[in-house]
């Protein structure tokens, strides 16, 4: 192998420096390709993907925004303004037929003086779909009272296939109990 020249080796240095210098351009480079490449992938999924999916489970849960009122319209009519009456026409089965006993008791109990009912709130802790026609939903109901501790309300509902959601469900626990029905 021939020897090289100082001319012949500072030729390789700024040649190797310029491959350096190129490889590293390339890594810049394909840094800024694989930046602009996840920013078009985000721009896509951003201006496709996410409004497609915003719309098809906008489909899929327009249904259930009415199950969701139904519920809160219940809750608030039996729990909130303690309104047996205004509750009735959101339920059905066994919901309804228990409803319509405490109605009764109610008429048929003496209304010397009104009752004094104590405020109370409720929150939604949970909401499970069980398919097309059936969502149950778990709230937590809190009076303003220090004697009283939270219950906790489990309510199932149903639609009757022309998009009218009943509160076929009602089960009342006890604080300290467990268990779903």
């Known amino acids: 192998m021939p020897e ?32 602009m490449f996840r920013s078009s992938r985000r721009k896509f999924f951003m201006g496709f993907i996410v409004p497609f999916t915003m719309a098809v489970s906008t489909c899929s849960n327009s249904s259930n925004s009415a199950a969701d009122q139904v519920a809160e319209q219940y809750m608030r009519a039996y729990y909130i303004q303690y309104d047996v009456k205004k509750a009735l026409p959101l339920t059905e089965g066994l919901a309804k037929d228990k409803l319509e006993d405490q109605s009764k008791l109610l008429d ?51 639609e009757d296939g022309s998009q009218n959601w009943k509160v076929s469900q009602v089960v009342e626990f006890e604080p300290g109990q467990s268990g779903n029905p």
């Open 108 to 158: 048929e109990a003496p209304s010397d003086a009104p009752l004094q009912r104590p405020q109370a709130h409720f929150t939604l802790k949970s909401k499970e779909e069980g398919g097309p026609q059936e969502v149950s939903y778990t709230y937590i109901v809190e009076v303003e009272k220090q004697d009283i501790p939270p219950r906790r309300i489990f309510l199932q509902l149903r």
């Open 4 to 35: 090289k020249n100082s001319s012949q080796l500072s030729s390789d240095k700024v040649i190797g420096k310029d491959i350096n210098t190129d490889s590293h351009n390339a890594d810049l480079l394909s840094e800024e390709e694989s930046e």
